[in-house]
């Protein structure tokens, strides 16, 4: 992770210089210093290359002069709109623009605290990397960003704000780790065994293996993980923030569950051999749940969470649950299992019924790859949205608008709950290909007893071929940012 460190505004007497600037701001301040110091090649910069800081354009000058090796300006658009979110972009653009610079220095005319740190953030988030498995990397071919200083009056206050946001993006970076490793690594028992790690943080972690969920009566998600020789996990991660040490909390605990099918090669109902190295990261619920109890216990976020993940390998042999078969879940409810690859709703059954009957949560959000559907309908811009609660609903859709972790609310419907009746059980695991991401969250929610909940389609978010602002390409992370806001921003006492 980057080095982050806040100063009071000065020129670098070496190194890079990124300026943040406003559309239609006057040279002042560094900004003024730097270019009288390079004898106005600054200016001369900005005019040939029409930079005049609207939002999202950059201009990058290489050895400008002043002893300096690169500048880079960097838009903000109308002082007026400006944003957490373009804040943390601007500090993107630095992170990937400046990544051949040791050292860069980030000057802006009137950062707050607050908003030097945002600009921190997004720099760290933009700079991550997944490199654990690359023996041969040339240098020239190698980040070599490794300090970033964001220059602001209020620097002392900045650092203090910085505090939370790094938690947060040890969160993120967490998470990102865990979607990116290949599924030979990180199987259930594997991922478990890192959650366990998250004791470190003050985490309480409870693991059950096939016996104890045998014993209670986990019949879905039994029956996904029976193919594969790799045992299922599911765990328990609380985070008491309020309650503890004697303390009691009057709020019940916001629950989190997610989906984490370390490889889903759909089972007997096999998918097509393209793209299937795709699966390994249909574990990213999960993942995305890991990564938020950690940022929330890093952060010390006052509030009762609990994490649950539900880890199997969805995997063909002799031993694989077949189209046909009906399984009896922790609810007591039976499920006719047309296709096996529409596994991640099974998991999900057992996680939840049992994440309410043991937690009495104030509200369940779950998160889980579930859907090819969701991605034809919203493609890779909003996650889907579905839950029986308008007020959770308008509190999720708004931290996605802050975080830029986009959510769309789409139906849940009587009408739509018909299409998984199914002949010999209480229901069938699959509904058809019409609103295919809807039936999947009809099904989930034949899991909720009454209690406010959420379910967040994010099939189409946890992975991105392309490199977008604060997050480079590979595992985003989506949802991690999202609910850790969703908590600061309502459910902190
Ligand atoms: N993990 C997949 C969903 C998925 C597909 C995630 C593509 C990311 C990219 C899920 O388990 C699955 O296979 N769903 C099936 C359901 C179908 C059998 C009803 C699907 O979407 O095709
Ligand atoms: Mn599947
Ligand atoms: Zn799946």
Known sequence: MLDIAFAKPALPKSGALALLIHEG???????????????????????????????????????????LTRVLAVGLGKPAELTQKILEEAGGAVASNLSKETNVAVANSALTAQQAAEVALGAVLR????DRYRTKEKPEDKSKLAKVT??????????????????????VFLTRDLVSEPPNVLDPPEMAERCRKLSELGLKVEILGPKEMGKLGFGALLGVSQGSVKEPRMVIMHWNGVSGNG?????????????????????????????????????????TVIGLMAALAGRKAKVDAIGLVGLVENMP??????????????????????????????????????AQQKFDPKFMVDLATLTGAIIIGLGHEYGGLFSNDDALSQKLTA?????????????LDEAYDKQIRSDIADMKNVGGRPGGSIT????????VNGKPWAHLDIAGMAWSTKDAAVTPKGATAFGVRLLDRLVADNYES
């Open 317 to 354: 042999s002799g031993n694989a649950q077949r189209p046909g078969d009906v399984v009896t879940s922790y609810s007591g409810q039976t499920i006719e299992v047309i296709n096996t690859d529409a596994e991640g709703r099974l998991v999900l059954a057992d996680v939840l019924w049992y």
């Open 440 to 447: 999947a969250a009809q099904f989930v929610q034949r899991f």
């Open 25 to 67: 701001e006057k040279p002042s301040g560094l900004w003024a210093q730097l270019d009288e110091a390079t004898g106005g090649a600054i200016a001369r910069a900005f005019d040939v290359a029409e930079f005049k800081g609207a939002k999202g354009k950059s201009c990058l000058i290489l050895a400008p002069g002043a002893n």
């Open 247 to 287: 303390r009691k909390s009057k709020e019940k605990p916001v629950v989190f569950v997610g989906k984490g099918v370390t490889f889903d090669t759909g089972g007997i109902s096999i998918k097509p051999a393209g793209g299937m190295e795709d699966m390994k990261w249909d574990m990213a619920g999960a993942g």
């Open 399 to 411: 931290a996605g608008q802050v975080t830029g972790e986009r959510l769309w609310r789409m139906p």
């Open 150 to 171: 964001v220059l602001t009056s209020e620097h002392t206050k900045a650092k203090a704000a910085w505090e939370p946001l790094d938690a947060t993006a040890k969160g």
């Open 127 to 130: 700079g991550y990397r997944f």
